[in-house]
Every structure is written in structure tokens, then in C-alpha cells.
């Protein structure tokens, strides 16, 4: 594993703080770190990739090894084809260390608010000021749990997919997996091995296939400009109105093979010992494991005109409509594979230019006051 340098201090004042040092805050560091203009990165974990190591055991990529890295290097050749969760982990600590990325750890961020031209950032660790701040907690930080599933007797043992590790963190028994997207269904599938598994799905699940011709289905994505395709093109918005695709059929060969059983229906109430679907099934269980997804909170970004009613960024492929702010990491942000570690090179690349207009803009008007 690779060691960890020591981290620096919070500075008090900087050009731009990035929160969060997952992969997106790290290919931001990366470009700014290029482009020379001084910046932080406050993140809440203890080391870098930290992000990755918590996430289950089994964890795999679906994408493969060239599709998984960030601008400036590569995964190491040693990687797997389909690097699993670890060996991101890592490659996010060496990529931090190689590029000299200054990533304050133990610093979750509580507040960004404006204070005049600057932007105060209040962390675990102080206070750091700046021209500008780009957020890069992406969209997974509070999971979504249907409230039906407080319906359920304690006796039913329930965990979000966020706090699963392995399928012993389970007992045995009558398992239902809640979701319809990858993780329901490599989770289903890894849960179906030691007993009995439904998968509740929303709707039918779209199955994609991992290889085409033996090769892995990201290359002709890539070569006919699919997987970067803007995210308001003809084929991004036919694909986002599927929803979320299912890579990969292993699941659906449990299910033909009987391995896996799977409910084509939603989850709308519980009795004590089980799920009530909206086809009127009922479904009795002994453990539920919930893999619906993230509900979108950033309470704190307290920044004015930042965030929708709901709670969600207002943003034009991460440009935030708050001169100063901008987002990165987010689904859709700007391209098809703006939500995956491919998109985040185009993605970072395209958010310096903005972030260095608006820093450019600043001086200039810091200039004009002085001569005034």
C-alpha cells in the first residue's frame, strides 16, 4: 500500500478551496496544480482513497482499466483488467502523492458561504479563505432509505447498500434486494450465493452487455464518441431516459438459472415481516437490503442562489450561476460519462477554463478599485 506523505496544513487564505478529495477533487487538483494557480483540498477521510477502501468487499469496477483513471496518469499495468475497489483506493493515494496534490485530511467541510468578494470555507480543521471554491463531494453522501422500512419489526434486519461490506454483515434467510441499478444487482447476486434472494426492481432492468464481439463494451462506446458525448445530445438523453443501465449479465443469468428471483415492481408499504408491492405482493422477509441510491443534500453550501429548492446544484456543466462556485463530479454534469472516472479529465479540463476567467475576472477588478 502506498504510504502516506504527510498532509499539509489548512492555509488561511488561498486562490481556490476544493471540498471533497475523492477522485473528482483530485483530477481538479490535478488540473489547477498544472495550470499553477494556488489551491487546498479539504477532505473529511483520514487518507486519500479512503472513499473507496469503505465500500463492499467484492467490489469490482465495470469499467475497464484504460477507462478508470484520472488526467496525467495511468493505473499501473499491474491493475486488473477490471480494477477492483482496492486497487482504486490505492491508485488515488499514489495520483495524490505523484502530482503533489495538497489534500488536508480529517477537514469536513460545515460551511461555504460568501463574505463579500471571498468565499469562507469553515472545515474540522479552521477556516481557509478564497477567490473560489469547487465542490467536489459528488452526489453519494446521504442515503436514501424508503420510509416504509421503518414499518419493519426489529426483527428484520435492514442495511443500506452504503454500510454493506459483506454478506455475513446479513443473516440468513429470506433476503430482499431494493433497486434496480448496478449495485442491486452485483449485490443480488453475491447475496444469492448463501441463500434465498428476491430483487425488487422499479422497473424491468436494462441489461447491458459487458463485451461485444470479446471485447469490453466501453471500446466502441469510446471510438464512436458515445461515452463522451454531451449530455444533451440525441443518444445521452435517450439513454438517461432508460435510467440506469445494468452492466454486465450475470445477473440476469442468475435469475434464468434460478438462482435469483426478481419482482418487477415497487416497494410502497411493510408489515412486520414484509414488503408490499405496488402488483399487490406481498413478500416476506428476514432481511432487506436497501440499494436505492442517494437522496441529493448539501446543507453545507450556504451560498446564495447555489442550490435548488430541493437541495440540488444549480449548475451549467459545473459552472454554478454564484460567480466563484462550481461543481464537479456530478451525474450528467456535462457528458454521458461525466458520473464515472473516464469523465473526469474532459470534465476538470473544461472547469479550469471557467475557473480561471473568474479568478482573471477578480484581479482585474481588484485592479480597477486600486487605481480608483
Not at 133 to 149: D, E, H, K, L, W
Request: hydrophobic share 45%; glycine share 8%; net charge positive.
Amino acid at each position: 500500500m502506498t504510504e502516506t506523505p504527510t498532509p499539509p496544513a489548512l492555509p488561511d487564505s488561498v486562490d481556490v478551496v476544493v471540498v471533497g478529495g475523492g477522485q473528482a477533487g483530485l483530477g481538479m487538483g490535478y488540473r489547477l496544480r498544472e495550470a499553477g494557480i494556488p489551491f487546498v483540498i479539504v477532505d473529511e477521510r483520514d487518507r486519500v482513497g479512503d472513499v473507496w477502501r469503505e465500500r463492499w468487499r467484492s467490489l469490482v469496477l465495470f469499467t475497464p482499466r484504460r477507462f478508470a483513471a484520472l488526467p496525467g496518469s495511468a493505473l499501473p499495468s499491474s491493475t486488473a483488467y477490471y480494477p477492483s475497489k482496492d486497487e482504486i483506493a490505492d491508485y488515488l493515494a499514489q495520483y495524490a502523492a505523484e502530482h503533489e496534490l495538497p489534500v488536508v485530511p480529517r477537514a469536513r467541510a460545515s460551511a461555504v458561504r460568501r463574505e463579500g468578494e471571498e468565499f469562507v470555507v469553515e472545515t474540522a480543521r479552521g477556516t481557509v479563505r478564497a477567490r473560489s471554491v469547487v465542490i467536489a463531494t459528488g452526489p453519494f453522501q446521504y442515503p436514501r432509505v424508503p420510509r416504509v422500512g421503518a414499518k419493519l419489526a426489529a426483527t428484520v434486519a435492514q442495511r443500506h447498500s452504503s454500510a454493506y461490506r459483506a454478506p455475513e454483515d446479513l443473516p440468513l434467510g429470506r433476503t430482499a434486494v431494493v433497486g434496480g441499478g448496478n449495485s442491486a444487482a452485483q449485490l443480488a447476486v453475491e447475496l444469492a450465493a448463501t441463500r434465498e434472494v428476491t430483487m425488487v426492481a422499479p422497473a424491468p432492468p436494462w441489461f447491458i452487455p459487458e463485451r461485444i464481439l470479446g471485447i469490453s463494451v466501453y471500446w466502441p462506446l469510446s471510438l464512436l464518441g458515445i461515452l463522451d458525448s454531451p449530455a444533451e445530445s440525441r443518444i445521452s438523453r435517450y439513454i438517461h431516459s432508460r435510467g440506469d443501465g445494468i452492466l454486465g449479465t450475470e445477473a440476469k443469468r442468475a435469475v434464468r438459472a434460478g438462482r435469483l428471483a426478481l419482482r418487477t415492481s415497487r416497494v410502497v408499504d411493510a408489515e412486520p415481516t414484509a414488503l408490499v408491492l405496488a402488483d399487490g405482493t406481498r413478500l416476506e422477509v428476514d432481511a432487506v437490503l436497501w440499494a436505492t441510491g442517494f437522496r441529493t443534500h448539501y446543507p453545507f453550501v450556504q451560498v446564495d442562489g447555489a442550490l435548488t429548492e430541493q437541495g440540488a446544484p444549480r449548475h451549467t456543466a459545473g459552472v454554478s450561476p454564484a460567480p466563484g462556485l462550481f461543481w464537479i463530479g456530478l451525474p450528467w454534469q456535462s457528458r454521458l460519462d461525466s458520473s464515472i472516472l473516464h469523465g473526469i479529465a474532459a470534465d476538470s479540463r473544461d472547469l479550469l477554463v471557467a475557473v480561471r476567467t473568474h479568478l482573471a475576472r477578480g484581479a482585474r477588478a481588484a485592479s480597477a478599485r486600486l487605481d480608483g
